[in-house]
């Protein structure tokens, strides 16, 4: 079946430093999105990817999607205390009409200030 | 953005008692939910899709007579852990599917079997 790893699991981060975190998926997509938790909470939606080669940006954060739409990548700017949590990256696989996401183990983020 | 709510958010309870937890989505219709579990500092599993009117599709590995999902309506769907174990303590997480394949979170049960 489908499977989507996450590099890495964990990110220490000096804050105003840069940091990016992987995803690469065993099958390919149809579209993939990006979550992120907070400590205690639950996933909040941040974006998705639909094109080939798509790339997004949110202020500080910047979100790609690879040509063969197999992988993606979040990049941040800049972190701040804020940007702590647990980012997931979950993809569509192009065969599933119901839209299940299967998501990544999750990145970790720690902010230092 | 589109509001999804759980309840309870945290329950105790004993072994084997049954615990039912609700998902509903506040402003719009929802014909497709989802129930994801999580363990600590895990990643989502996802163990069913619950589509309004029909029954459950669960992933593999995951006991239907377990776990029992009913979509009555199109804003409430609910997932009942059965004569719960404390290995069935989790994190239960529903979501709500909206436009496309844009997913809603609920704020998490948090199950604690005794």
């Known amino acids: 079946g489908q499977q989507v790893m996450q590099i890495p699991q964990y990110q220490h981060v000096q804050e105003g430093e840069d940091f990016t975190t992987y995803c690469n998926s065993s099958?390919?997509?149809?579209?993939i999105q990006w979550y992120k938790q907070r400590p205690g909470g639950h996933p909040v939606f941040l974006i998705q990817?639909?094109?080939?080669?798509e790339v997004k940006k949110q202020k500080r954060l910047t979100f790609q999607f690879g040509e063969a739409k197999k992988n993606s990548s979040l990049h941040i700017t800049a972190t701040q205390t804020t940007d702590v949590g647990t980012y997931f990256c979950?993809?569509?696989?192009?065969?599933?009409?119901?839209?299940?996401?299967?998501f990544g183990a999750g990145t970790q983020v720690v902010v230092t200030p | 953005g589109a509001v999804v709510s759980q309840h309870p958010s945290r329950v105790i309870c004993k072994s084997g008692t049954s615990v039912k937890i609700e998902c509903r989505s506040l402003?719009?219709?929802?014909?497709?939910m989802f129930w994801y579990r999580q363990f600590p500092k895990q990643s989502l599993m996802l163990m069913a899709t619950?589509?309004?009117?029909?029954?459950?599709?669960?992933e593999q590995g995951v006991e239907k007579d377990k776990f029992l999902i009913n979509h009555a309506s199109l804003t409430l769907s609910t997932l009942t852990v059965t004569s719960a174990h404390p290995e069935d303590s989790s994190f239960y997480i529903c979501?709500?599917?909206?436009?496309?394949?844009?997913?809603?979170f609920g704020p998490g049960t948090r199950l604690t079997v005794l």
């Open positions: 979501s709500a599917r909206i436009r496309g394949d844009t997913q809603y």
């Open positions: 099958t390919t997509l149809s579209n």
């Open positions: 990817l639909v094109k080939s080669g």
């Open positions: 979950a993809g569509v696989s192009g065969g599933d009409s119901w839209g299940k996401l299967q």
């Open positions: 402003d719009f219709q929802a014909t497709t």
């Open positions: 619950s589509n309004e009117g029909s029954k459950a599709t669960y």
